[in-house]
């Protein structure tokens, strides 16, 4: 089972009034995104240094309770499904035992230079699809 696992405690940067602004969970996503890629032995830096790169294409993120200022958030990231040249990110958000949020992001794997061009993702990883507790895909629009 392949999953990184982030955590923080919100404070005031986190939050908007009292409760956790929307677009922090965004945040959250990449930094569970780039410590998954460390964990398989990729770290962004790398890839980007071999040409290489991964822009999101869709995200999304459904809210199942709010969560406020001092509370410990621990972020469950992991690759959910590939495809040919895309793969979709699971994140799942836990405050104590409790499940606060579910998102994807989906990535496509794109070769830099000279422009940025679709390629097949690369079997490192295909290889870490894992299904993290508690995940959900948000529903599709």
Known sequence: MTLAITSRRL???????????????????????????????????????????????????????????????????????TRRTSLDIGHV??????QVAVAQTTHVWVRRTPELSPEPVPQWIRAAVTIPEGYQPPPSR
Do not use: K, N
């Open 11 to 81: 404070s005031m940067g986190d939050v908007d009034q009292v409760i956790a602004f929307y677009g922090r969970y965004f945040s959250w996503m990449d930094d569970g995104f780039s410590e998954l890629l460390r964990v398989l032995g990729h770290p962004v830096s790398g890839i980007l240094q071999d040409g290489y790169g991964l822009p999101v294409v869709e995200t999304g993120c459904r809210y199942l309770r709010a969560v406020g200022l001092d509370e410990s958030l621990r972020i469950e990231t992991a690759v959910v499904a």
């Open 93 to 98: 958000m836990w405050a104590d035992d409790d």
